[in-house]
């Protein structure tokens, strides 16, 4: 299982699940902060023990300063086949208030798909609001949690 959270703020392009949206705010982060593929990084790392995102992919380094995160996620799936582990299935819940996520969702199984070398219909997305309801609901920030099955 992962879990990720990033502030919305201004100036900052929104970028979910590899792909960017239009939107008035963007999230805050060394990366560019997708936190829909930084669940799924860590759900892959905890799910092959091999730590979390943090660890492999510091938001102290420069390397990963404005990184992609597709570039991280294909480097997680590098990194639990160095133990023998392919991508099974992910599924994984947006919580945002706004933007309106649903019609983004196939675009993002496609860009994830190619990304990890799976079919799209390994990849379940889903996005929830919290009722207005907490930071989410304020629209302060957007969350994300994965589950991830691999195999060897």
Same mark, same amino acid.
């Given at each position: 299982?992962?879990? $990720?959270?990033?502030?919305?703020?201004? %100036?900052?392009?929104?970028?979910? *699940?590899? !792909?960017?949206?239009?939107?008035?705010?963007?999230?805050? %982060?060394?990366? $560019?902060?997708?936190?829909?593929?930084?669940? &799924?990084?860590? +759900?892959?790392?905890? +799910?092959?023990?091999?730590?979390? !995102?943090?660890?492999?992919?510091? $938001?102290?380094? +420069? #390397?990963?300063?404005?990184?992609?995160?597709? @570039?991280?996620?294909? /480097?997680?799936?590098?990194?639990?086949?160095? /133990? *023998? =582990?392919?991508?099974?299935? @992910?599924?994984?819940?947006?919580?945002? #208030?706004?933007?309106?996520?649903?019609?983004?969702?196939?675009?993002?199984?496609?860009?994830?798909?190619? &990304?990890?070398?799976?079919?799209? $219909?390994?990849?379940? @997305? /889903?996005?929830?609001?919290?009722?207005?309801? *907490?930071?989410?609901?304020?629209?302060?920030?957007?969350? +994300? =949690?994965?589950?991830?099955?691999?195999?060897?």
């Amino acid at each position: 299982m992962g879990y $990720d959270v990033h502030q919305l703020v201004e %100036g900052r392009a929104l970028w979910l *699940g590899g !792909i960017r949206l239009e939107h008035s705010l963007g999230l805050l %982060g060394h990366s $560019d902060a997708d936190v829909l593929i930084h669940a &799924v990084c860590d +759900a892959l790392l905890g +799910a092959a023990n091999m730590r979390d !995102i943090g660890y492999h992919f510091p $938001d102290t380094s +420069a #390397e990963t300063l404005d990184m992609d995160s597709k @570039i991280i996620l294909r /480097k997680t799936i590098e990194l639990i086949a160095t /133990k *023998g =582990y392919q991508v099974g299935n @992910i599924d994984v819940t947006v919580c945002a #208030e706004r933007p309106k996520l649903n019609p983004h969702i196939p675009a993002m199984q496609a860009c994830l798909a190619e &990304v990890m070398g799976v079919d799209p $219909d390994c990849i379940s @997305i /889903k996005a929830t609001t919290t009722e207005r309801l *907490g930071f989410t609901g304020r629209e302060e920030g957007i969350s +994300a =949690y994965a589950v991830a099955l691999i195999y060897s």
